[in-house]
């Protein structure tokens, strides 16, 4: 059982950028995928990016075609956070952001529905 927490969103213009931040409390691990989400009102809640620690070789990462080349996904294993760094924002990425953490070792799952634990969300608002 993991408690989530995001923060740093707010309203920002087309073309500018916000890191979120997620802190999880409770037992995790590197190998423990952790991921984030988005939801518009109106529409289902859809992939954005994750990572997964791979011992020392490193972290893999996934990320959705709509943020590939402007977003980014990190973790810092040792304060159990991951980030979200977020460029050449678009008013299309206006949307609840969410974090989440999936209970299972070595895997990178896509699917909301593969992932256990989730946080409360954050706004992001983009204006053009």
């Known amino acids: 059982q993991v408690r989530l927490v995001e923060s740093g969103g707010g309203v920002v213009q087309a073309g500018g950028s916000l890191r979120l931040s997620c802190v999880a409390s409770?037992?995790?691990?590197?190998?423990?995928?952790m991921g984030w989400f988005r939801q518009a009102p109106g529409k289902e809640r859809e992939f954005v990016a994750a990572a997964v620690g791979i011992d020392w070789r490193g972290t893999r990462t996934s990320y959705s075609d709509s943020v590939k080349g402007r977003f980014t996904i990190s973790r810092d294993y040792a304060k159990n956070m991951v980030y979200l760094q977020m460029n050449s924002l678009q008013p299309q990425d206006t949307a609840v952001y969410y974090c989440a953490a999936d209970s299972s070792f070595r895997r990178l799952p896509v699917e909301a529905g593969a992932y256990d634990d989730w946080g409360q969300g954050t706004q992001v608002t983009v204006s053009s």
């Open positions: 409770g037992r995790t691990s590197s190998m423990n995928a």
